[in-house]
């Protein structure tokens, strides 16, 4: 679909890129000629994805061991160069009906998605900034720097039982409207996606726990199938390249047409019992301590 150059003398940030979603949208970047940062809090994850990027596709991945929570900590990440693009992909979520939810647990969320995407984004717009100032200002025959944040399509319907990505997707929703009209001047767009089910482990283990992945999406959306990484990898190039500045402080959902069917969010889990959500916070507990297994503690 694209040319093999297209992203050549792109450098672009792409946080939580080690895994998922991020990996998949790093590896094609880095095939159309992008350099890559790429950071999250498991730096060793990190190193091994980049090794097995850089060997299958060539070109440069700095790696950054960073938890964007701590907003001071983020700005390690500019050692490496000046960015031009930036993908806030970093993200957590599980399941869980939201009375049961302690300050803790809605913290560690919201602290991943609303506080750390704004951290990132805001660092990352200040330096752009005074690189147009600095240049005497932005005009538009100069390719624009492009932000892609990763939300959900729960944004327009809510989110029951996920309520506090719901909460903290919906904000990233409308600081990508708000920065689109306030950066434009610098020559800067923001965009999100709204992709509905890709299965991922991390996803699955915490969104659907207990079951095969993409089971329940396949009866219920229009289209009976899950996404593809390739789709998402698709439509996060097209987003990122230039020739298409005037789109800009925009939401693409790309979910099956699901959650305009039937919300396509967890409103079936109603019906559960104590039981099972027992065993789904019992399956969910297991994944995160394999999680701090891998980066360790």
Same mark, same amino acid.
């Given at each position: 679909? =694209?040319?093999?150059d297209?992203?050549?003398g792109?450098r ?10 991020g ?5 094609r970047?880095?095939a ?6 790429i950071?999250?809090?498991r ?7 980049a090794?097995?990027?850089t ?7 700095? +790696?950054?061991?960073v938890d964007?929570r701590?907003a001071?900590?983020v700005? /390690?990440? =500019?050692a490496?160069g000046?960015?031009?693009?930036l993908?806030n ?5 599980f399941?869980?009906p ?7 647990a809605f ?6 998605? =609303?506080?750390g ?16 100032r600095?240049a005497?200002?932005?005009s ?9 944040s990763?939300i959900? +399509? ?6 029951p039982f ?5 909460m903290?997707?919906?904000?990233? /929703? ?5 920065l ?11 965009n999100?996606i709204?992709?509905?089910e890709?299965p991922t ?8 726990p207990?079951?095969a992945?993409?089971?329940?999406s396949k009866?219920?959306n ?5 996404g593809?990484?390739?789709e998402l990898q698709?439509?996060?190039? =097209?987003l ?8 800009s402080?925009?939401?693409l ?9 039937? &919300?396509g969010?967890f409103y ?8 099972q959500?027992?065993q789904?916070?019992a399956?969910?507990?297991a ?5 701090? &297994?891998?980066?360790?503690?």
């Open positions: 679909m =694209f040319r093999s297209l992203l050549r792109k672009i940030l792409i946080t939580g890129g080690g895994t998922g979603l990996r998949a949208m790093g590896e970047y880095l159309l000629g992008a350099e890559l940062a950071c999250g809090r730096k060793g994850v990190l190193d091994a994805a090794e097995e990027m060997k299958a596709h060539g070109g440069r991945v700095d +790696t950054y061991g964007i701590d001071q900590a700005d /390690a990440i =500019f490496g000046p960015l031009t693009g993908v992909n970093a993200a957590g979520n399941i869980s939201t009375e049961m939810l302690s300050p803790r913290d560690a969320i919201a602290n991943i998605v =609303f506080h995407t704004f951290y990132v984004t805001n660092a990352v717009g200040r330096r752009w900034i005074d690189q147009a600095v005497g200002g932005w538009s025959p100069q390719p624009m720097k492009s932000v892609i990763i959900v +399509t729960w944004v327009e319907n809510g989110g996920t309520v506090p990505s719901a903290s997707k919906a904000g990233v /929703a409308v600081m990508t409207k708000s689109a009209v306030e950066w434009a001047k610098y020559g800067i767009r923001l999100a709204g992709p509905g890709i482990e991390g996803m699955s283990q915490r969104l659907n207990g079951e992945p993409g089971e329940r009866e219920t229009p289209q009976h199938r899950v593809e990484m390739g698709n439509l996060a190039t =097209f990122m390249a230039d020739g298409c500045d005037w789109l402080g925009q939401t959902f790309m979910d099956g047409a699901h959650s305009l069917a039937n &919300g969010n079936p889990l109603r019906a559960w019992s104590d039981e959500w027992r789904a916070r399956r969910i507990e994944q995160n301590a394999k999680d701090r &297994g891998q980066r360790g503690g």
